[in-house]
């Protein structure tokens, strides 16, 4: 399968399942349009260029063919119908640290941290058992992975230290490692806390959504109070603490402010250097929801945001997009590129009470408890739902050129539109083709950018 497109000057040709990237001239970009429809002598008597520069270049698409190159077949299919039989072990937790919180966002998931029942904190008793259980299952997987969550985990500070103690006891006796990560929104944040999160935290996600009235509209206190100017210093301090590495700022964009890429401008002008900034996901009747008729508008912008990026590149200032970082080298590994964040079986969450899910999108929905920390996974049934689900078991995956990126999409998403998780959210497809098309763009003018500063030819 190939994929065609032109962004920013650039003719781009994607070879899907080799992965490997071409930036062409008009003339190749037309003949590999028309390569496996057309003869070469069709295309000498239709294209409008000279025949000898199409002969030429059907002879580079050939070479690229019988390299592995260029309209390559997909030989994964049954590579992960064999992966998919083996043991899965269970690789990371998301802890529920608090079903609770100070601000009141309105597009809040989580229903300001209650996720459909009532405001908890877990226990240090829980915590603890949600570490025993990640060792137990987890069979030889040295690098274990636990996200402190909520609702806002650092109000219930305390167990979260007491249980990152209790971890790296459990490192010693079980030749494991923890990487710790925290998700907060600032309003507790203070210097014992940045100082605890430099030392144990491997990452740190800060969220706030970009402007002072984009945030204060969609973030506010619970008392109704704006929350920007209250957690915006505290943000800039822990990110310099922390040397502009192992963080995100993390916003949510909404209908309100389609502009958004306005907003990451804006957090990268204060000084944040790794910027996430998210499509919402809610439902047709939220007024804050995004329809299809915004997705040209949406592309727009990650069109301005990506030529913004290469622009303050070369001028020495860039800073990093998460939606735009895609790796062209053949990471991660195949199974994760075609069955996603491993969801359901090796990535759980963990309510305060012990409750296992497949996700922290699914807690709240009974009919997806797994089991608890206490007594293990009772509901194989639904792992096993979870084990199977891969880019060729969604109809709308198996055709799409960016499926190797996305890895299928979210199920939390897929079945909060469709009931499935076998199926995949539309909106959020046409933005993730989008932002897989600005990266590779990006990838390849940040190229170019090297090739002339070290004084190469380059080609027309």
């Known amino acids: 399968m190939v994929h065609q497109y032109k962004n920013n000057g650039y003719n781009i040709v994607m070879d899907v399942c080799s992965g490997a990237i071409h930036v062409v001239d008009d003339v190749t970009y037309d003949v590999i349009e028309h390569f496996e429809e057309w003869s070469l002598d069709q295309m000498c008597g239709s294209l409008p260029w000279p025949a000898q520069d199409i002969k030429e270049a059907y002879g580079e698409v050939l070479v ?43 597009y809040c998931f989580a229903e300001e941290g209650e996720y459909k029942g009532d405001r908890s904190l877990m226990s240090a008793e829980v915590g603890r058992a949600a570490l025993d259980f990640l060792v137990a299952n987890s069979g030889s997987r040295r690098n274990l992975e636990v996200d402190f969550f909520g609702g806002e985990p650092t109000m219930n500070m305390g167990v979260v230290k007491e249980i ?48 002072k009235e984009v945030h204060d509209y969609m973030r506010p206190c619970r008392n109704g109070k704006p929350s920007y100017d209250l957690i915006l210093p505290k943000f800039l301090k822990f990110a310099d603490s922390r040397k502009q590495q192992r963080y995100y700022v993390r916003g949510t964009f909404t209908r309100r402010n389609l502009d958004f890429s306005q907003d990451v401008i804006h957090l990268a002008d204060l000084g944040f250097e790794q910027i996430s900034m998210e499509p919402v996901v809610g439902l047709p009747e939220e007024t804050y929801s995004i329809r299809e008729e915004d997705l040209p508008q949406i592309f727009e912008e990650y069109d301005k945001l990506a030529r913004e990026m290469i622009k303050r590149h070369k001028e ?35 309510t305060p009470w012990g409750d296992l899910y497949p996700c922290h999108q699914f807690v709240g929905e009974e009919d997806f408890v797994l089991g608890n920390v206490f007594d293990g996974i009772s509901r194989r049934d639904i792992c096993d739902q ?14 799409c050129f960016a499926r190797f ?56």
């Open 316 to 350: 020495g200032r860039p800073f990093t997009f998460f939606h735009f970082m895609i790796d062209l080298t053949g990471g991660p590994c195949v199974a994760k590129r075609l069955s996603g964040c491993g969801s359901g079986t090796e990535y759980l969450a963990v």
């Open 164 to 211: 990152v103690r209790y971890g790296r006891e459990l490192e010693k006796k079980h030749d494991k490692h923890f990487r710790f990560t925290l998700t907060t929104n600032g309003v507790l944040l203070n210097d014992d806390i940045m100082d605890f999160a430099n030392r144990e935290m491997d990452n740190v996600v800060l969220s706030i959504d970009g402007r």
């Open 64 to 106: 690229l063919k019988d390299q592995g190159l260029l309209f390559t077949e997909d030989i994964y299919e049954d590579y992960i119908k064999e992966v998919k039989s083996r043991k899965t072990v269970v690789k990371a937790l998301c802890l529920h640290i608090a079903h609770d919180c100070n601000l009141a966002c309105r």
């Open 405 to 460: 990126y996305c890895s299928g999409g979210c199920p939390a998403n897929s079945y909060k539109f469709h009931g499935t998780i076998d199926d995949s959210y539309d909106l959020s497809c046409e933005m993730e083709r989008k932002r897989v098309e600005c990266a590779i763009m990006m990838k390849a003018a940040m190229a170019q950018e090297e090739v002339n500063e070290n004084g190469e030819e380059t080609e027309e």
């Open 386 to 399: 979870f084990r199977v689900c891969n880019v060729y078991t969604k109809k709308k995956c198996r055709d």
